[in-house]
């Protein structure tokens, strides 16, 4: 059972490239998350999916994009990458939204360290 | 502004030792409050949870102490072991996981 798989691990970019990150999840979860992590800021949620079809943003989702065509998958896109996205990239999922249900778990995937340079 | 705030960032201790990793927040929405331990080159993993109706919950070596009414909650790792070396977050989460925010994290060092 692989849980949550992100793809690619590492990745360097020029400034204004593009790139997507994908996301696999093989536990039937209808939510998923895409966290960038920073030195001394912890996980920041960009975008979130509550199903398939769905996506919301986060609290820092500017330069980015995502999409949920699939329960399985969630996309993390970057149009036009700038230094300022250098950082790690987190995806997750959970079987409930959170809140008050007994099973409240975001399982997490590997990462990808994304460098713009 | 960070709306979970952990301290300390890096903690060192002696196999045996009882690190105590506190954190602070400020929204009385919060009422899901999960550790995650991170090992280098992996992604979080949920350690222990607790909610705001019980004040201390207990889960082999680790324990998480709540206090309701200053608003700061603490893990402890009884007899730690050179293994727990990693990095802990706290967080805290109000109805939905999409709101829920970090601390900025705990660098733990066990030395043997």
């Known amino acids: 059972n692989a849980g949550v798989t992100q793809t690619p691990k590492f990745r360097v970019l020029k400034t204004g490239q593009s790139m997507t990150l994908l996301c696999a999840q093989d536990m039937n979860h209808e939510y998923m998350y895409w966290y960038r992590q920073d030195p001394g800021m912890g996980l920041r949620l960009i975008h979130y999916s509550v199903g398939e079809g769905t996506t919301a943003k986060g609290e820092v989702p500017d330069g980015y994009n995502v999409s949920r065509l699939k329960k399985q998958n969630f996309l993390l896109g970057l149009e036009s990458a700038a230094p300022s996205q250098t950082s790690v990239y987190f995806c997750?999922?959970?079987?409930?939204?959170?809140?008050?249900?007994?099973?409240?778990?975001?399982?997490f995937g590997q990462g990808t360290r994304l460098t713009v340079v | 502004q960070q709306q979970v705030k952990q301290s300390p960032q890096s903690l060192i201790v002696q196999k045996g030792g009882i690190p105590i990793i506190n954190c602070a927040y400020e929204n009385t929405a919060f009422d899901y409050f999960p550790w995650y331990q991170q090992f280098p080159g992996k992604g979080p993993a949920l350690l222990i949870a607790i909610r705001p109706d019980v004040s201390e919950k207990k889960e082999g070596r680790f324990t998480i102490s709540f206090n309701k009414s200053a608003k700061q909650f603490s893990l402890h790792i009884m007899d730690s072991q050179p293994g727990d070396s990693a990095t802990y977050f706290c967080?805290?989460?109000?109805?939905?996981?999409?709101?829920?925010?970090f601390g900025a994290g705990t660098r733990l060092t066990v030395k043997p």
């Open positions: 967080a805290a989460s109000p109805f939905s996981l999409s709101d829920m925010r």
């Open positions: 997750a999922s959970s079987s409930t939204p959170g809140g008050n249900y007994v099973d409240t778990e975001a399982f």
